[in-house]
């Protein structure tokens, strides 16, 4: 596909009333997250597979030497404040560290950032579900938070000092020996009395205040006030809860160093249920986007500025596939940040099938699952994992979790610790090979690539875009900034060739029916043949973009292709229609010396491949130098067309037509929409149109009449990579008219146009005619798969037809039809027109809604460095002045400057 002639710039501004929609992907497309350490989710196949174990199993390995840091994140938890997953790691990591005291300190921390009102009122009041226990008084003054132990100095739990958050904070065992009245609380030797306090941030992470557990504030609230207007229903609530203590080790911290341990709950709700259900009831609804901005800002605060080593592990909640507050799963909800994945795996009966469902749910998203981790549960589950892993994910098997907790799973973590050394080592050697790749691959991609339309001489080493992964409209691009990588996402803001519909869900949906159809089909042959994904795919084409007019559909691979074979299918129909041949004379023993042309307009483009470059107007990329055999087999016309121009659509007339005097009233148009009505055709322009063409047609024929107009191909009103031109559909339409008026057949190049791309399902819509033949590839499969079809009606069809097969269309390629592009093809075109999917289409008038905001484009087109300015359906395309071939990046940015600026003005006149 060649890139536009002129310098273009897509915008990425939307329409003020899809907001909701747009926040996420503005989020999307600015954000960065660290790759400077290792960062993993912890799925797993069903609740209760211990994947917290696994996680406070890893803090333990990670944690043996000094001078690291361990991040645990739980971003949804339910059943809080009793259950608390972090306050587990947290805990039982203290516990371990107690029994395998090493030589250097941890700073150990626990916090939760936001809860559900219900849960918060748990939190800050002591819980309403946990009984009172008369051996814990919080009585006024200053309640210093304690660690208590057993006689035998086991640690059984972390005590706030205060009744509320003893009682009903953070599922702490009962011990009827703890007391939060004045005086003293027995503490560990190891433990740092002087760093034992409870601090309040807010939901930021800034530090608010320090609370040493007054009762005042331990039941009012955390820097809360007591009124009566203090609440705790509905909603999330910031809690800002944040606990810390120094684990000390056999010698001093200063001399040994120490490491750090970080657990954070991101948001809390208090039933014991799925997110998606306690989100509603308790009407603490969290959105994907909130969440995963969260879950960045804390991914920022805690890594990006870490020196030392650095490990972070993220804990989903339930399985793969349970639903998150706002009703995504939660294997979609994570898939922007696509973070390498240890699943958890069931090693009980029936656990090998729940394991291997999950881990295709996760591969199927493009999700890295790097290990599996399962308990035994005598049942050897493991065999048949791995032999389905073909070797290629390592298993890994836990020792048998006891039933009765005694020493609180001490002994169990210190059997199994050589397997988290060991899931430990794969997941540092996983994160190694995967940095090393990303930065190999420039150098790499340098050496062995031939990119396409591309000086490499141009082009270097640091220059090249390491592409990661795709969600939905956005890249995830690899790069190092100031020797910090990053996975930094990035709007794909030509849609990659303009092949994609920016959709992360129907992304997802074509990866798993194209997985259907590779193992239902793999690949068959087309001719005589027929199966279901290429006969539903026709249908659909018939009934949709061909409706009225198309019967038969040629399948091909690209775009190019497709342009090849309509040129076959109207030259064949010209010649039958003017009787030059006949169906008793096949074309190999006929020698005719008609010379045959195609009418085509100036600066359009039809692919890259010889036949359709002969159609194509002379320009750097049909000369000499590129193409030696370009002739040119055409005649070119210098199309009017239509842009806003300093807040103002213009018309702009070549030369030609300018000369003919055109009314003044022609050349302006105060709305879009006045562009494209068929009024028009009534106009002096439209007779001015039509002399033009008419006289044009009649001098290419020469006197002996060898040389003949025998198709019109046109891209039907936006030339999309000669330079995003919107040409006057009037003009177009009076061209195709009279193109038929001589029997001359009509080519539709919709590769760019079609399928919803300027608004409607085929460009028809806009120029008010429809073709003999059109052309139709790129969105046609949502942009996952090649394929391309040639729509034709049944008169071009029917010049095909005849006794001898040398009679028939002999082109074709050896995918011709595949099943997995015709599967994606079903799935997108259904996808692009149900409104229920497709949220910008207005079902009634099979239309898009506006999605660019009519005052931000023309205040847009009123910048001086803007040239012009078109906006149709999902198109949005500005020109810009500039100067020299390297100008345009920095005008670029200035403009996007200035762009700013103007949306930041006109939502302050909206909110005034």
């Not at 199966?531 to 190019?560: H, I, M, Q, T």
């Not at 060898?706 to 061209?735: K, W, Y």
Request: net charge negative; charged share 20%.
């Amino acid at each position: 596909m060649s890139p536009p002639t002129s310098t273009l710039f897509a915008a990425v501004l939307r329409c003020h009333h899809h907001r909701n929609h747009h926040h996420l992907r503005r989020f999307i497309s600015t954000y960065s997250l660290p790759l400077s350490h290792p960062i993993y989710t912890i799925w797993a196949a069903n609740t209760s597979l211990g994947k917290t174990l696994v996680s406070a199993g890893l803090s333990t390995s990670y944690l043996s030497s000094p001078h690291r840091k361990f991040l645990y994140l739980k971003p949804l938890q339910t059943g809080f404040p009793i259950d608390s997953d972090s306050l587990f790691v947290y805990s039982k990591f203290g516990e371990f560290f107690a029994r395998n005291r090493p030589e250097f300190s941890v700073f150990a921390s626990n916090h939760v950032l936001k809860a559900s009102g219900l849960a918060s009122k748990d939190v800050f009041r002591g819980g309403s579900d946990v009984e009172r226990d008369e051996n814990v008084s919080c009585r006024n003054g200053v309640v210093k938070k304690s660690e208590f132990f057993l006689s035998n100095s086991e640690m059984k739990g972390s005590v706030l000092g205060s009744e509320g958050l003893v009682r009903g904070g953070f599922g702490v065992e009962r011990d009827d020996n703890v007391s939060c009245g004045n005086g003293a609380v027995k503490k560990s030797e190891f433990f740092d009395s002087n760093r034992a306090e409870l601090s309040v941030f807010d939901a930021d992470c800034e530090l608010k205040g320090s609370v040493l557990g007054s009762e005042g504030l331990v039941r009012g609230g955390f820097g809360v006030e007591r009124d009566g207007n203090v609440s705790f229903g509905n909603g999330v609530v910031n809690v800002g809860l944040y606990e810390e203590r120094r684990l000390q080790g056999t010698e001093n911290w200063e001399m040994k160093g120490y490491s750090k341990l970080v657990c954070k709950t991101m948001y809390g709700w208090k039933e014991a249920l799925s997110p998606h259900l306690v989100a509603e009831r308790e009407n603490a609804r969290v959105e994907d986007d909130e969440l995963l901005g969260m879950l960045k800002g804390c991914l920022g605060i805690e890594l990006e500025s870490e020196k030392g080593g650095a490990f972070c592990v993220i804990e989903t909640a339930g399985g793969v596939a349970s639903p998150g507050p706002s009703g995504s799963l939660q294997c979609d909800l994570y898939r922007p940040f696509r973070f390498p994945a240890i699943l958890v795996g069931d090693g009980r009966l029936g656990g090998i099938s729940a394991t291997i469902s999950a881990y295709e749910s996760l591969k199927l998203r493009g999700y890295d699952v790097v290990a599996v981790v399962i308990e035994d549960h005598g049942l050897v589950n493991e065999g048949p994992l791995s032999s389905y892993l073909r070797r290629r994910v390592p298993v890994l098997v836990l020792p048998p979790i006891p039933k009765e907790m005694s020493n609180n799973l001490m002994e169990w973590f210190q059997e199994a610790l050589s397997t988290f050394h060991s899931l430990e080592e794969i997941m540092q050697s996983a994160f190694v090979e995967r940095t090393s790749r990303l930065h190999d691959m420039p150098r790499k991609a340098h050496d062995f690539f031939w990119w396409p339309f591309t000086q490499h001489k141009l082009v270097p080493e640091e220059n090249v875009t390491v592409i990661d992964s795709r969600c939905g409209e956005n890249f995830a691009v690899h790069k190092v900034n100031n020797n910090v990588d990053l996975i930094t996402q990035q709007f794909d803001a030509c849609a990659s060739w303009w092949t994609q519909g920016p959709d992360a869900t129907l992304q997802i949906e074509l990866a798993r029916d194209m997985g259907y159809a590779t193992a239902r089909y793999g690949h068959v042959m087309f001719p005589e043949n027929v199966y279901e994904p290429a006969l539903e795919c026709a249908e659909l084409l018939l009934e949709g973009v061909g409706k009225g007019w198309a019967s038969r559909v040629y399948f091909s691979d690209n775009g190019s292709t497709a342009i090849e074979i309509a040129l076959k299918m109207a030259l064949r129909k010209f010649l039958f229609d003017h009787k030059i041949v006949s169906d008793d004379l096949v074309a190999e023993n006929s020698e005719s010396h008609v010379d045959l042309k195609v009418l085509a307009l100036r600066g359009s483009y039809h692919g890259d491949t010889l036949g359709a470059m002969e159609a194509q107007a002379p320009s750097p990329y049909t000369g000499f130098y590129q193409q030696p055999w370009y002739k040119g087999r055409g005649h070119f016309l210098d199309p009017p067309t239509v842009a806003m121009c300093h807040g103002v659509w213009k018309l702009s007339l070549p030369q030609e037509i300018e000369t003919q005097n055109p009314s003044l009233e022609d050349f302006t148009f105060s709305l879009r929409e006045n562009i494209f009505k068929e009024s028009r055709d009534t106009s002096n322009l439209a007779d001015i149109y039509h002399s033009y063409i008419w006289k044009t047609l009649h001098l290419i024929i020469d006197s002996s009449g060898s040389t003949r107009i025998g198709a019109l191909i046109i891209e039907p009103v936006i030339h999309g990579a000669g330079g995003m031109e919107m040409v006057d559909p009037l003009f177009q339409r009076v061209l195709v008219k009279e193109c038929r008026n001589q029997k001359i057949p009509v080519i539709f190049d919709e590769v760019f146009t079609g399928f919803w791309r300027l608004g409607a399902e085929s460009a028809t819509e806009f120029i008010r005619c429809k073709p003999d033949i059109a052309c139709f590839a790129k969105l046609m499969t949502g942009g996952i798969v090649p394929l391309a079809v040639t729509l034709a009606s049944e008169a071009v069809f029917e010049a095909f037809v005849g006794d001898s097969k040398l009679q028939a269309l002999l082109h074709g390629h050896s995918y011709t039809a595949h099943a997995l592009g015709c599967t994606a093809a079903v799935k997108s075109i259904k996808w692009f027109k149900d409104s229920k999917t497709n949220h910008n289409l207005i079902s009634e008038a099979m239309l898009l809604r506006e999605l660019w905001d009519p005052d931000l484009v023309r205040q847009i087109s009123l910048l001086p460095a803007v040239h012009r300015v078109v906006v149709l359906g999902t198109l949005c395309a500005l020109e810009l002045q500039a100067e020299g071939s390297n100008a345009g990046r920095a005008l670029f940015g200035q403009v996007l400057v200035e762009v700013e600026k103007t949306r930041i003005w006109l939502n302050q006149q909206v909110k005034v």
